[in-house]
DNA sequence: AACTTGCTCAACCGCCAATCC
DNA sequence: TGGATTGGCGGTTGAGCAAGT
């Protein structure tokens, strides 16, 4: 039977907390303490009795629970975790343990920021391998599944979440741009559609500076894959589907990337259904070192339909 | 000073495949 | 052989903290 210590401790230990907190609490003081004692007597015992599958504890780690644990490995090695809890006086599950010792306390675990290294490797592995962090994990020692899944999650997800939310409000304003069009077409054949006002060399110069763009953001992808920019439109219809009506800096961004992201061709990776990989293998082609698929540049891709 | 918001990360949960009995 | 157990993994949560308002 353990001594309830490890309770009366982690009790103690957050009614502390409040206390700092600002919380009423119970004090512990000389007269309360024996009556406490008796009380976690009776709750661990009670605990105990009831067997091992029920009565774990969950929460922080306690630096003593740690130190039980360190102790059980070093003497009884990994892998044993159903025994943790009778051997080592843990109070914990076997899950709980390994994910404690896999997560934290493995002496080989490397502490502190990721290197910018690590990142990029962490970048094209995800790539390689989508969610599946422990293979990732492996090919970074010293850092955990859980540290790079993490570190993913806080550091990726919100600009792989932006890029998408771009692409979808510059999908929304084309679809807009164009049933204006079709609006005013309808209202009168011979009114001036908004993009006649620019000229047709200003909108082929503006195009050419676009895959100029574009040309650059993917010279260091495989040469099969260069060729694959589309071809300057040669008329003027087909111009003006591509030409939006571009009225400050964050427009013509926008346009930029609705260009990359019409006219880059998708990777085909190994076990790569969901949408995020695709996704997140474009958004930062400078990490981008894999394989594509022989797949051909499609250039009705370029065009996005006018009956959308 | 008080409150809100966003970030970090340890820890939990549920699922699944492998292994055990 | 099949049910129970175990270990591994990915997704998610929530506490703690810092920065912003």
Known sequence: MKPPSIYRARWRENQSKKIVNGTKTKAVDAQTQPQEDALWGVMSEEICSRG????????????????????????????????????????????????RWVNYLRPDLKKGQITSHAEKLILELHVRWGNRWAIIAKNL?????NE???????????????????????????????????????????ETDINSV?????????????????????????????????????????MDILYPNIADQEQDDDFFYSILNDHIPVPVLESSSNEDIMWDGLWNLDDFQCNFSATTYDTSLAIPSLNT
């Open 148 to 190: 790079i899944k993490n570190y993913w999650r806080t550091h990726f997800k919100k600009k792989t979440q932006n890029f998408r939310d771009k692409s979808e409000k510059i999908k929304s304003r084309f679809l807009k741009s164009q049933k204006f069009k079709q609006h005013h077409h309808q209202q009168s054949n011979t």
């Open 52 to 99: 091992m599958t029920k009565g774990w504890r969950k929460g922080p780690w306690t630096a003593e629970e740690d130190r039980l644990l360190i102790e059980y490995v070093k003497l009884h090695g990994e892998g044993r975790w159903s025994s943790v809890a009778s051997v080592a006086g843990l109070k914990r599950n076997a899950k709980s343990c390994r994910l």
């Open 198 to 238: 620019v000229s047709h060399n200003d909108k082929k110069n503006y195009y050419a500076s676009i895959l100029n763009k574009l040309g650059n953001r993917i010279a260091s992808l495989p040469n099969e894959n260069v060729n694959k920019i589309p071809t300057l439109p040669q008329g003027n219809q087909e």
């Open 141 to 145: 020692p010293g850092r955990t599944y």
